[in-house]
């Protein structure tokens, strides 16, 4: 089975930056796409960014353009999200999602367990 990882996540005050990263391990797969949700308390999901594997072709959430960045590591296997100037709005746990872009959001094939990311004000 397919497993992701993530790591990053933490405390930090409005204004400032963490970086958060989603490593794959096991049985290889064919998703095309990494990317990343998030769900605060009370909230529905949220989609956040996207990057295709292969070439890393990059889409973002209105409501993070400008500041998160996601980028490839070390494999088309890794992904991590950079954010920027972060917002109290931005408090939530994060998820790593394998799966295909679809209609500015993404359909999951695997998550990965979460990270919480607490921006306080």
């Known amino acids: 089975q397919v497993q992701l990882v993530e790591s990053g996540g933490g405390l930090v005050q409005a204004g400032g930056s963490l970086r958060l990263s989603c490593a794959a391990s096991?049985?290889?797969?064919?998703?095309?796409?990494m990317g990343w949700f998030r769900r605060a308390p009370g909230k529905e999901r949220e989609f956040v960014s996207s990057i295709r594997r292969s070439d890393g072709t990059a889409y973002y959430a209105d409501s993070v353009k400008g500041r998160f960045t996601i980028s490839r590591e070390s494999a088309e296997n890794t992904v991590g999200l950079q954010m920027n100037r972060l917002k109290p709005e931005d408090t939530a746990v994060y998820y790593c999602?394998?799966?295909?872009?679809?209609?500015?959001?993404?359909?999951?094939?695997?998550w990965g367990q979460g990270t919480q990311v607490t921006v306080s004000s």
């Open positions: 096991g049985r290889t797969f064919s998703s095309s796409d």
């Open positions: 999602v394998a799966g295909i872009r679809w209609r500015g959001t993404m359909i999951p094939d695997y």
